[in-house]
Antibody
Framework: QVQLQESGPGLVKPSGTLSLTCAVS?????????WSWVRQSPGKGLEWIGE???????NYNPSLKSRVTMSVDKSKNQFSLQLTSVTAADTALYYC????????WGQGTLVTVSS | DIVMTQSPDSLAVSLGERATINCESR????????????LAWYQQKPGQPPKLLIY???TRESGVPDRFSGSGSGTHFTLTISSLQAEDVAVYYC?????????FGQGTKVEIK
């Protein structure tokens, strides 16, 4: 069965760029699925950040669109998230996920924005 | 954005009793041509990611106990736990995947009375 694992820095400085990667195991990233990022913070609950298809097509949350980039690396069977110009409000537990009603979740990685 | 509002924010139910969680969408999540509601329910236990329970408003995910059921129509949906078990203590979320951005309810915390 498909499993997802997030990786990336747990601490990012204000105004910096948050970069996370999600490794897909037990299945191919080129399957007919959308791959998403969702974050969870105490103040805002669950927030969908966006999704990417293996073709490179993306959909982003308009609230974050100007700062978000998602991409797929087929050779490594993984997908990535970049969030620029981060502030303390971007501190959250970041999950990678599969599908639009989410059938598979990563365990989540905590990212703290602080100097 | 489609705003999803859950009620109540929390509830305490005795073991073996019924728990009912409501979710209201501010706009339709019904795709008319397919006659499907683009509405899912998740369960999240402390320290774990959410787990899919229900999709298409009433289809139970494989492996989910049949004491969990989803229903609803229009813009009002319900998750019912027919006989609450100790392992059902969690926070429950609804989510619409009808139009981007996909949005979640604020969550309902279920505890044992």
């Amino acid at each position: 069965q498909v499993q997802l694992q997030e990786s990336g820095p747990g601490l990012v400085k204000p105004s910096g760029t948050l970069s996370l990667t999600c490794a897909v195991s037990g299945g191919s990233i080129t399957s007919s699925n959308w791959w998403s990022w969702v974050r969870q913070s105490p103040g805002k609950g669950l927030e969908w950040i966006g999704e990417v298809f293996h073709s490179g097509s993306t959909n982003y949350n308009p609230s974050l669109k100007s700062r978000v980039t998602m991409s797929v690396d087929k050779s490594k069977n993984q997908f990535s998230l970049q969030l620029t110009s981060v502030t303390a409000a971007d501190t959250a537990l970041y999950y990678c996920a599969r599908d639009r009603y989410i059938t598979v979740w990563g365990q989540g990685t905590l990212v703290t924005v602080s100097s | 954005d489609i705003v999803m509002t859950q009620s109540p924010d929390s509830l305490a139910v005795s073991l073996g009793e019924r728990a009912t969680i409501n979710c209201e969408s501010r706009q339709t999540v019904l795709y008319d041509s397919l006659n499907k509601y683009y509405l899912a329910w998740y369960q999240q236990k402390p320290g774990q990611p959410p787990k899919l329970l229900i999709y298409w408003a009433s289809t139970r995910e494989s492996g989910v106990p049949d004491r969990f059921s989803g229903s609803g129509s229009g813009t009002h949906f319900t998750l019912t736990i027919s006989s609450l078990q100790a392992e059902d203590v969690a926070v429950y979320y609804c989510q619409q995947y009808y139009s981007t951005p996909w949005t979640f309810g604020q969550g309902t915390k279920v505890e044992i009375k």
